[in-house]
């Protein structure tokens, strides 16, 4: 099944006669269920192209259609409830809340949903018991390695149960074993659980692990 | 209710996230509150201090006069006396609030000792009734003439221009006009002074019955009233004008207008600019602070909003942050005051005289509950306008620019 149809899709960074040129004349499909590795130099548009597709801005030209619906001609309020419904993300700098326990970082993105208290533990506990760190829920991030602060920020996508999860980079922050383990952990919920991952990355173990690499150089797909 | 409780929950541990900056943002709205607090209790010490020393000195919580008579001049003002003033008084004891009355009669005379002869404008007054009452009227040498017949008190000004002291004799002529010219013979019982440099320069006070003799009158011209505060003067006022329509209450502000309301209102505006600089202080202290945080916390911001977190979300979440900063400040500030108030400041502040005035007096620092909440809400609404700013940039900054924020 089709999630994504990107077509012609062109970014621009700047203007006033400074525009630099990010992505120009993509194409891209990316089925339900793919574990989809964007590879390629820094500067050569990995970040954008995730971006674009995690639907955080618009493209210049060109449509991006996710399931089947043309998402590049939304206002910032229809992305933003269609990014809640569908599309998750992590990022290599993690992001979490230092304040918040690793509980409150996972359940507080549930916190804009219709659930009763119940039905929002349930599915807090059983995210972060999904990245093996249930035992650590009521510890605060800055009390955690980076490994477990990356399965929080994990837990934290996981949670929304929204089908597709964008990763930038994310074992770039991580030593070779720990990374080694969140990424088997990610392809294991890629496997058993049927979620989308798309990552942009340089690493190998990704680039090994994946159904499918997409090379960008300069901001076109080389291959 | 848990989005609430996490919402506040994450702006209170905020507070103290970066501890140094928070301690930062406390202090300056500690210090904001404090002074404004302090200097409200210190303005309303000087207001009531002032009301009472205008009360007490002169005029009472007001004075009645015929009705008509304070708005033009009079060929015959002696017609337009209160007449029967036992009966009128033996009315107005019965309404509510009342006190004490002081019947009074105004007196133009010329005061002469030897060759010095000046020129006065005294009162005709019950000085047994208002020693009672009068408490701001101070004696520089010898004290009120009471229940004496002959006795006259001067005003500090006065008396020094006639070169007398207590026990001299001094002579009154009041010139008659169309009727005789009358004098009186009077021993001075007392000096005192009121604080008001120009009142006292011509200021005397004689005997009720020596004043109607001089001006060959049974009437008095106006009766002063003593209530049991300044808020039982609308149901006494009220009370006149039902039962003795043929008189006018006049409230002291009103008598004092020139004084008492004008001083009033130059210090109300006086308090307000100086709280507008409080405020402003208190304002850019938080903008500050919040603007910090916020440059801070732009990744988490952008992660937040990139996960679908709204932007009002986020800004309520930042806002709840100042708003607890705000209450913090407030509450030491306030507490402080009280401490300040109740300890160092006990005894109030000293104060040179003012101008016009002639001696120095001690402010006390009255501290009310209204003006702590006020304070309290003037606090969270400053820190909650001086944190929008920065918030507003920051929610709507596009979430790909938040996430690369370094």
Redesign the interface.
Known sequence: MRLYEVRAVSYRYGGNGQAVSALADVDLDVDAGEFLAIAGPSGSGKT?LL?LL?L??APDAGTIRLDGRDASTLGERER??L???R???I?Q?L?L????SAY?NV???L??RPLS?AE?RRRTLGALAAVGIADQAGRRPQRMSGGQQQRVAIA??LV?DVGVILADEPTAALDHATGRAVMDLLKRLNRDRGITFIFSTHDPRILAAADRVVHLADGRISS | M??AA?LL??SL??VF?NRRRSLFALATIAMGTLGLFVFMGFNRGLMNQYRANTIRARWGHGQLYVEGYRDRAHARPWEHWIDRPSAVMAQLRVLPGVLDLFPRLTVSAILVVGEHTVAGQGEGIDGAAEARFFTQLNYREGGDFRDRPDGIVLGEGLGRGLGVHTGDEIRLVVQGGERPSQTATLRVTGIFHTGSQEFDSRAFRIPLGVAQRLLVTDRVESIAVALAGVEAWPAFAAAVRTTLPTLEAVPFDELDRIYYRHAVDWLDAQFAFIRGIILLVVFLGIFNVISMAVLERT??I?????????QF?IALGHILEAVVLAVLGAAIGLTTGWMLSAGPLRDGVAMPPAPGITRSFRIQIELAIPDALQVLSLAILTAVVGCLLPVWRAVRM???DA?RHV
């Not at chain 2, 992660?303 to 709204?310: H, I, S």
């Open positions: 954008t971006n995690g955080l801005h933003t409830r990014r809640r419904e599309i998750a993300f990022f700098s992001n809340i230092p304040v918040l409150e359940e507080y993105v916190l804009s208290s929002r934290r996508a929304r | 848990r989005r996490l929950t994450m541990r905020n996230r990744r988490e952008g992660t937040l909003r990139a996960n679908g977190d709204g979300r596009p979430i790909a996430l």
